[in-house]
């Protein structure tokens, strides 16, 4: 027995090994996101899964497995003070388990109408700083156990990392791409000698380079002083 848990906490390590060069190898959001969810399953199985991120508050997803992107949970941003079970994860920092939906009196499912009867919840931390949640559901009931939890934690570490890492990369390509465009911007502005063309011009360019809704240029009247 003692050789057959030593094989299997070996195989569980070099498992997550893996898992986490896999992760670290690409700086895309979308990919490393996809990636949690293939790498998490090989060690901790799940009916379906979901990585919310803290965003103006609140927790959005932004990624699932075995969810339809239909579902509204993905337009929704869930407070974390209103969910209980949620709420205790992100006080102790620890991951939470819920043996059995239906049997805790806590339990509000952020995903209504997806079967779910077993849960694992796992924090996500960047410098001791909690930046959203991994959440793995199960249809079974009295499913997931502390060594699941034990194993998803050390996975949501790697994740966590690889996740900040490709939202700073985006933040620089998009940085990056937006100095682009302003500098292009200048040096078209620069043969424009019609006011009304020039402010169509910049408010264009301006709306989508930096995805702004409205973009309003004022000019000032001297004749009237306004």
């Known amino acids: 027995q003692l050789v057959e848990l030593a094989r299997k906490a070996r195989q569980i390590s070099d498992s997550l090994r893996e898992l986490g060069t896999s992760l670290s ?35 959005r997803v932004k990624g699932a497995r075995g969810i339809s992107p239909d579902h509204p949970s993905w337009d929704q941003g869930f407070v974390v003070e209103q969910y209980p079970i949620v709420h205790k994860m992100f006080q102790t920092g620890e991951p939470v388990i819920v043996t059995d939906t239906e049997l805790e009196p806590l339990w509000k499912n952020t995903q209504s109408g997806i079967p779910i009867r077993s849960w694992l919840g796992v ?71 019609e006011l009304e063309e020039l402010c169509t011009t910049v408010a264009n360019r301006l709306s989508a380079a930096f995805g702004y809704y409205n973009v309003a240029i004022f000019t000032l009247d001297e004749a009237a002083n306004e």
């Open 25 to 59: 190898s690409t700086l895309h959001f979308e990919e490393v996101i996809e990636r949690i969810f293939d790498g998490i399953q090989e060690v901790v199985p799940y009916s379906t899964a979901s990585v919310q991120l803290l965003q103006n508050g609140a927790l």
């Open 123 to 193: 924090p996500l931390r960047i410098r001791n700083k909690i930046i959203g949640s991994l959440n793995l559901d199960h249809r079974q009931p009295n499913y997931y156990t502390q060594e699941h939890a034990a194993i998803a934690a050390t996975f949501a570490q790697q994740a966590a990392a690889a996740l900040e890492n490709a939202r700073l990369f985006d933040e620089t390509y998009r940085r990056a791409h937006q100095l682009a465009i302003l500098n292009e911007l200048a040096n078209e502005m620069t043969g424009l000698l």
